[in-house]
């Protein structure tokens, strides 16, 4: 699957480049804080920045994670007993995570909206607080895609490491 493909390298570019960002920004926090004087004070913000892109790296992570088997489960109840056993309770699994996961996604939009509605922004970066809480709505939205593909047999999540995923038979 090309746009599978084109997602995947999208989200490790997107999560690579935060996490170098946040690296980067503390980098330069620590550096003028030694340097002291008023130049340090000019760079406050950071932390709250470091902060907000970490939400955003866990987040985006989400659906990357479950791709890659890196959730936590229960390995020996889900891949134990006959073939028949495994693939229902793995449609099972992939049904009830779609269904969180839409939800939690549903949940965050109101709260975006709520927020922003409410006018309320961050105290050193000035950004309207509801902009936070893109960061699950996004996460859980790719979570679902992950499980959506795995349920319909689009995506095999269950695979052995080393195989591409997008490109398994269920």
Same mark, same amino acid.
């Given at each position: 699957?090309?746009?599978?493909?084109?997602?995947?390298?999208?989200?490790?570019?997107?999560?690579?480049?935060?996490?170098?960002?946040?690296?980067?920004?503390?980098?330069?926090?620590?550096?003028?804080?030694?340097?002291?004087? @008023?130049?340090?004070?000019?760079?406050?913000?950071?932390?709250?920045?470091?902060?907000?892109?970490?939400?955003?790296?866990?987040?985006?992570?989400?659906?990357?994670?479950?791709?890659?088997?890196?959730?936590?489960?229960?390995?020996?109840?889900?891949?134990?007993?006959?073939?028949?056993?495994?693939?229902?309770?793995?449609?099972?699994?992939?049904?009830?995570?779609?269904?969180?996961?839409?939800?939690?996604?549903?949940?965050?939009?109101?709260?975006?909206?709520?927020?922003?509605?409410?006018?309320?922004? @961050?105290?050193?970066?000035?950004?309207?607080?509801?902009?936070?809480?893109?960061?699950?709505?996004?996460?859980?939205?790719?979570?679902?895609?992950?499980?959506?593909? @795995?349920?319909?047999?689009?995506?095999?999540?269950?695979?052995?490491?080393?195989?591409?995923?997008?490109?398994?038979?269920?």
């Amino acid at each position: 699957m090309k746009v599978l493909r084109l997602l995947r390298i999208a989200e490790r570019t997107v999560l690579v480049m935060l996490f170098l960002t946040m690296v980067a920004l503390f980098f330069t926090s620590v550096v003028t804080r030694e340097i002291g004087g @008023s130049l340090a004070a000019r760079f406050v913000w950071v932390e709250e920045a470091v902060r907000l892109m970490n939400i955003f790296l866990v987040f985006l992570a989400l659906g990357l994670a479950l791709e890659r088997g890196k959730h936590v489960a229960i390995t020996n109840l889900r891949d134990g007993g006959p073939p028949w056993r495994r693939r229902a309770l793995r449609r099972v699994i992939d049904l009830a995570g779609l269904g969180f996961s839409l939800y939690i996604a549903w949940l965050g939009l109101e709260m975006v909206r709520f927020v922003l509605k409410m006018g309320q922004t @961050s105290p050193t970066l000035g950004i309207p607080m509801g902009w936070i809480y893109v960061a699950p709505v996004a996460g859980f939205a790719l979570l679902a895609l992950r499980y959506g593909l @795995s349920l319909f047999g689009m995506l095999d999540r269950f695979a052995p490491a080393g195989r591409d995923t997008a490109e398994a038979p269920r």
